[in-house]
């Protein structure tokens, strides 16, 4: 908003380029005393603001937290430029674009309960930090660098947030439906998101980069001894080999619902429990036996799934699928197997 308070046209004109958060003054005549205030007349505070002036001509006098900027002084001419930070703090609300559930296990546009999420925006914080040091005992911390979110009302177990992005646990006791995700920090509150929040929404570990070979997008199975279901040498700093029927096989997953023993979110997991749905993982087409379905302990809200690999033909494209409750998953995974 800019104001005028003489007479006649203003000599004063505004440029923003549409979707920038940087914009140009401009003072055609006289003198430029300048205040940002909103549209509705609350002020703007300032978190970082850097600045240019730009003498066209004319001999004007600057008067402010910063350096004299009077052409002529500390060398400076018509025409030059003086940048730097103004003093105060600059904070532009929270803008929200998209909410995904975790990107390396499906990235779906829909979400659940208990699930982790991953919230893409501009000024979501500001700083970039993690929940180090943030844990009460076993629970996990609802604030990060200032940061907070709500999901349906119900506060988002945050582990990571920066300027674009904020990642977390969305509770387990939000409701399922249309709901907002409000993202709050120092400089305000964004408007509402909206997503569908499903009672289920399972995804198998399946990072699109790394475990993209190819062309192809592969699960990423674990051994108890630490070693990758992967050709051995195809990844020179990962300890791999190929699965073999009898095998087992640990795959990981979020957003397959509640557990026996009722661990909820944002609380790193004690014991070894039991999915509640019915799972069916199948390898290759066949059913494969599943020793464990539950939450990983010491994690929180990560599942893990040890099943044995089937006797099914050696294959370094071998389909992986699920079902959960009779739905099945919609991604699109293989593994290798070898014999």
């Known amino acids: 908003m800019l104001s005028y308070p003489g007479d006649g046209q203003s000599p004063l004109t505004a440029i923003t380029a549409p979707g920038s958060e940087y914009f140009t003054l401009s003072l055609s005549a006289g003198s430029l005393t300048y205040t940002f205030n909103e549209s509705n007349g609350t002020s703007l505070s300032f978190n970082r603001l850097d600045y240019s002036i730009f003498y066209i001509q004319g001999t004007f006098a600057c008067t402010g937290g910063v350096a004299s900027c009077d052409p002529g002084t500390v060398g400076q001419t018509p025409g030059a430029t003086e940048s730097g930070p103004v003093n105060g703090t600059f904070a532009l609300a929270p803008t929200i674009q998209t909410v995904i559930s975790a990107g390396s296990y499906g990235g779906f546009t829909s979400i659940a309960p208990a699930t982790w999420i991953e919230i893409y925006g501009q000024n979501l914080a500001t700083t970039t930090a993690d929940w180090t040091g943030g844990f009460q005992g076993n629970n996990a911390p609802t604030t990060v660098g200032g940061t907070t979110v709500t999901v349906g009302g119900e506060s988002l177990f945050i582990d990571y947030v920066s300027p674009g992005q904020v990642n977390g646990q969305v509770p387990s006791d939000v409701a399922a439906g249309p709901q907002q995700v409000i993202v709050t920090n120092a400089a305000g509150t964004s408007p509402p998101f909206t997503i569908t929040v499903n009672p289920t929404e399972p995804g198998l570990l399946a990072p699109p980069g790394s475990f993209v070979i190819s062309g192809t997008q592969y699960a990423v199975a674990l051994f108890s001894d630490g070693f990758y279901d992967l050709p051995p040498g195809l990844v020179s700093e990962i300890a791999s080999r190929r699965a073999v029927p009898g095998d087992t096989i640990m795959l990981y997953g979020i957003g397959f619902g509640p557990v026996s023993d009722g ?66 998953g919609t991604q699109t995974m293989f593994l290798f197997i070898g014999n």
């Open 263 to 328: 661990t909820s979110a944002g609380v790193i997991d004690q014991n070894l429990n039991q999915l509640d749905a019915a799972l069916d993982i199948a390898i290759g087409g066949v059913s494969a036996t599943i020793q464990y379905a539950g939450l990983t302990p010491q994690v929180v809200g990560l599942y893990q799934f040890n099943v044995v690999v089937p006797d099914i033909p050696a294959n370094d494209k071998t389909p992986l699928t699920f079902t959960l409750n009779g739905t099945p």
